[in-house]
């Protein structure tokens, strides 16, 4: 079936610095998604991303999806301990039984 | 209104114990989901309804019995669970399915099996 790997697992930054979580999938992707999943909280939607080579952003946050609709990426400029969570990317297969598959996520910890 | 609500919060329960977990949404959204989320783990899909209908069963054990009684409902029943199955379970819900919708997820219930 889908595998969508995501690294790193784990990140620790310094308040400021940059960070960078990636997703690769087995398979062509439909759309992939991410989401926000703050400790003892529930994943939120943070953006989608549909056409090949498709960049969006919101504030510091950076989206990108490969040209082959294979991989993505977050990036997080300038980091705030308010980005402390854990990003899951998610993968769309298409079709008619569309479901979302999940990466491992990637826990960020940020130090003020 | 673009919240999911799940009932109840926190639930224990003995291995011979039947149980179920609520899901309500108002937002008109005609897909809705179950996923179970282990400590550390991504969320791992169980159950997808569309249009009130069971579309998708990711194999899970007949321990676990979903329902939707309309479209702003979801229930999860529970019988003769494993201590393995204790876990985060969340509810989940989008407009459609097809790929091209966000879904917005509950709070979750935390379930600890004995």
Not at chain 1, 1 to 27: A, K, L, R, W
Not at chain 2, 38 to 67: D, G, H, Q, T
Request: hydrophobic share 30%.
């Amino acid at each position: 079936g889908q595998q969508v790997m995501q690294i790193p697992q784990y990140q620790h930054v310094q308040e400021g610095e940059d960070f960078t979580t990636y997703c690769n999938s087995s398979t062509t992707l439909s759309n992939i998604q991410w989401y926000k999943q703050r400790p003892g909280g529930h994943p939120v939607f943070l953006i989608q991303l549909v056409k090949s080579g498709e960049v969006k952003k919101q504030k510091r946050l950076t989206f990108q999806f490969g040209e082959a609709k294979k991989n993505s990426s977050l990036h997080i400029t300038a980091t705030q301990t308010t980005d402390v969570g854990t990003y899951f990317c998610a993968g769309g297969s298409g079709g008619s039984n569309y479901k979302l598959t999940f990466g491992k996520g990637t826990l960020l910890t940020v130090n003020p | 209104d673009t919240e999911v609500t799940q009932t109840p919060k926190h639930l224990v329960m003995g291995m011979t114990n039947k149980k179920s977990l609520k899901c309500e949404q108002h937002m008109g959204h005609r897909a809705m989901y179950w996923y179970k989320q282990k400590a550390k783990k991504p969320p791992e899909l169980m159950f997808v309804y569309s249009y009130e209908k069971l579309s998708i069963n990711e194999s899970v054990p007949s321990r676990f019995s979903p329902e939707c009684p309309n479209s702003s409902l979801l229930n999860l029943h529970l019988h003769a669970l494993q201590p393995e199955d204790s876990a985060l379970y969340l509810c989940a819900s989008s407009r459609g399915t097809g790929g091209i919708y966000e879904q917005y997820f509950g709070p979750g219930t935390r379930l600890t099996v004995t």
